[in-house]
Nanobody, 117 residues
Framework: QVQLVESGGGSVQAGGSLRLSCVAS????????KAWFRQAPGKAREGVAS???????TYADSVKDRFTISQDNAKNTLYLQMDSLKPEDSGMYYC???????????WGQGTQVTVSS
């Protein structure tokens, strides 16, 4: 059972950058889908960025041109580079991965990001 562990969160000022990492306990190089989600207090969890096995990436409109999702399959690690951070980017960030199109989505425990104005 692959487990996901996020790191890299923290507190930054608006305009700053953070890079989140998500390390898998086993190989995820053949996983169909990997993604980053976030959840602010009192709000629903939302998708931020995703990457598919064919290399295709998708981004929420609110983070396009500021966030970049990438992966290093040799290290079983998923990244989220976050630049030009805004206070509204604050929240708990979770990585998620799915082995196949219809398999269960695995979640990490989350890492907190706080952006101050």
């Amino acid at each position: 059972q692959v487990q996901l562990v996020e790191s890299g969160g923290g507190s930054v000022q608006a305009g700053g950058s953070l890079r989140l990492s998500c390390v898998a306990s086993g190989s995820t190089s053949n996983y169909y889908y990997k993604a980053w989600f976030r959840q602010a207090p009192g709000k629903a969890r939302e998708g931020v960025a995703s990457i598919y096995i064919d290399g295709r990436t998708t981004y929420a409109d609110s983070v396009k041109d500021r966030f970049t999702i990438s992966q290093d399959n040799a290290k079983n690690t998923l990244y989220l580079q976050m630049d030009s951070l805004k206070p509204e980017d604050s929240g708990m960030y979770y990585c998620a991965a799915r082995a196949g199109p219809s398999t269960i989505l695995k979640w990490g425990q989350g890492t907190q990001v706080t952006v101050s104005s």
